[in-house]
């Protein structure tokens, strides 16, 4: 091998989560030259970083797993129903060792710039290790989650005692023992390690900007009967899920909530909340995240929940979620959170009520207090979606960078490509289901995709396709379309990038279900890629100019064919 910087590859992949594991194989097996580049030291993407205690998955581990394999899922053993980070991080090592990825993978690299030569029609990928390498594809693999957010207020890097970000957990743990703790923020990841912190700290502050709706997971060991029916019918599971609006198996009965009678109402959301299901109350009824009037049956039966449990009735209200639709922000699962402010050493703040004005020294001074801490915990997510990808210095045809092109908001054909920027693919990208769905089955559909789109650009002698600006014009107002025909884009929720200021607010993730996007992205595919254009490697000069299409050229389903 020459030196770094003259290498020519045929595919860049920048992350190894599971999505980059995947694709990685994939493009082995097809016979592609592949460099992947990952930020951390090792696989597992979200599982290498989440570390915290509590981290687990919300999608059921015999569903949140690959499907590509049917020796390894007949061999990989869950133990929960819901595993624990480690043992998910296990998952990702075996598979790394299985399929002998860790070889094409560079850890402790960060990809930082990604530039296309319009003269070449290849990328230019440049790497923090001071790497430039060639490639004629760049799959960017970042993850939707990757891309950590701090809290912002004032004082941050003031406090004496030490800070930890959920996503990016020390890998030898935390031991809160004896300590005074404060956690800020209340979603997903601080719903999970709230009860395990309060377990062993001496006391522990939780500061809450917005309340979330969580149900009970309900985990438990697997029952070994249950899992040797799903092994054995494991095929037909996972096509069906494949085919599902959000990738596991749901029944969403038609029946609507507003019609219900309200006795039975009551008893299906019950059962709802008692199957420790994430669409567990969401999916009893067709019209919950369609009419207000619907969603707030649901929304007051979670808030009653909260009441039964919680023994203060005003750390109760404080709890229950009144700002947004219910199910229109991630919902949560928990074990044992609402009940753990029941605990003698917990203490909830409202910011609503009590604004954080400074991080101290000392610990957290809202307007009416000064709480004293030994350790402060950030559990304020990330930059979604976007974040990850506008993390590297894009830079397409005419010398246009993606963070000008996006800074109204992502534009993408299918959440796959954008125009404008030949040859470069993002896996769950903004404008497909990703993070609506179960991301195992997403991940899956793309890199399958993109897979396949390269095997077909290699057979007809291509060297680029590009979406069409018309095509993704038209795949932009269907997204933003079916997502308004929803209650989703009434929260303020990440989805809607609202938990970064400054951020433009638009809902990024496609709502229309993943068998629907899976069967359109078929036909795209099918139709020679519709939506695309390809150009051949001898004709490139010439074609470039002469196929470019005229905006607004746009066929009867909006899309442009080539
Ligand atoms: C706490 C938590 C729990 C979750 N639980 C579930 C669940 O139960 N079910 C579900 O469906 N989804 C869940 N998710 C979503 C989860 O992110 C996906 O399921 C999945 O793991 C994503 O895999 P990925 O490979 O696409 O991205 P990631 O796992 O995010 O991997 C992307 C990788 O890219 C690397 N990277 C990013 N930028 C660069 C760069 N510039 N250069 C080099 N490397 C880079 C990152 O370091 C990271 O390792 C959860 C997410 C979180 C944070």
């Known amino acids: 091998m020459g030196p770094l910087a ?17 694709l990685l194989h994939r493009l082995r097996q097809l016979g592609f030259s592949t460099q992947v580049y990952e930020a951390g030291s ?14 687990r998955c919300d999608i059921e581990s015999m569903d949140y797993s690959y499907s590509f394999d049917p020796e390894l899922e007949q061999e990989w ?26 070889a094409e993978i ?56 030490p800070t930890y970000h959920t996503g990016r957990w020390p890998h030898e743990g935390v031991d809160f023992t004896g300590q005074r703790v404060g956690v800020i923020g209340t979603g997903s990841s601080g719903i999970q390690s709230i009860p395990l912190i309060a377990e062993q700290a001496a006391h522990l502050t939780v500061f809450q900007r917005t309340p979330n709706f969580s149900m009970p997971a309900k985990n438990a060991p697997l029952d070994a009967a249950f899992v040797r029916q799903r092994k054995a019918t494991y095929r037909q599971h996972r096509e069906e899920a494949k085919h599902s609006p959000v990738g596991v198996l749901l ?56 009441r039964d449990i919680v023994d203060d009735p005003a750390v109760a209200e404080a709890l229950s979620p009144r700002n947004h639709p219910f199910g229109t922000k991630r919902p949560c699962l928990d074990t044992g959170y609402y009940a753990t402010f029941n605990r003698e050493n917990v203490t909830l703040i409202d910011l609503h009520a ?47 960078p993606l963070r000008e092109k996006w800074s109204a908001g992502p534009r993408t054909y299918l959440g796959l490509a954008t125009a404008g920027f030949p040859n470069l693919f993002t896996v769950t990208g903004p404008g497909s289901p990703s ?32 979406a069409t600006v018309a095509a993704e014009d038209g795949w932009v107002e269907h997204v933003n379309e079916v997502a308004s025909m929803t209650l989703m884009p009434q929260a303020n929720s990440w989805y809607m990038g609202a938990n970064v200021p400054g951020k433009p607010r638009v809902f990024m993730p496609y709502v229309g279900g993943v068998g629907l996007y899976r069967e359109l992205c078929a036909t795209v595919a099918e139709k020679n890629y519709d939506g695309f254009e390809t150009l051949a490697s001898l004709a490139r000069g010439l074609a470039h100019s002469a196929c470019r299409p005229a905006a607004g050229a746009t066929g009867p389903s909006g899309l442009r064919a080539t």
């Open 77 to 102: 053993e869950w133990t929960e129903r819901y595993s624990t980070q480690p043992e998910i991080l296990a998952y990702a090592n075996h598979v790394a060792d299985r399929l002998d990825l860790r």
């Open 42 to 55: 090792d696989v597992g993407g979200t599982w290498y970083w989440n570390r915290y205690p509590g981290a």
């Open 251 to 306: 029944d969403i009965p038609e029946e609507l909530a507003v019609e219900a009678d309200p006795a039975e109402r009551e008893a299906r959301f019950h059962e709802g909340w008692e199957a420790g299901f994430l669409f567990g109350v969401s999916r009893t009824y067709g019209d919950l995240l369609l009419d207000p009037a619907a969603n707030e049956l649901a929304s007051e039966f979670v808030r009653g929940r909260i």
């Open 106 to 161: 560079q850890f402790d690299t960060r990809v930082t710039s990604a530039v296309f030569d319009e003269a070449t029609a290849r990328w230019s990928v440049s790497t923090d290790q001071g790497e430039t390498v060639s490639a004629q594809f760049v799959v960017m693999a970042v993850g939707c989650l990757s891309t950590t957010k701090q809290p912002e207020v004032p004082g941050v890097d003031t406090f004496a005692g």
């Open 6 to 22: 003259d290498r020519q590859l045929d595919v860049v992949v920048v992350g190894a989560g599971f999505s980059g594991m995947y």
């Open 354 to 400: 009590s604004p954080i004005v400074e991080i101290t020294p000392a610990g957290v001074q809202t307007s009416d207090r000064e709480v004293e801490l030994d350790v402060l915990v950030f559990a304020t997510g990330f930059d979604a979606m976007t974040g990850p990808i506008l993390g590297v210095d894009i830079v397409g045809r005419d010398g246009q």
């Open 435 to 466: 993070v609506l769905s179960n991301m195992m089955v997403s991940i899956e559909q793309h890199v399958d995709w993109i897979t396949d789109c390269l095997v077909a650009l290699r057979e007809q002698g291509a060297s680029t396709i590009e």
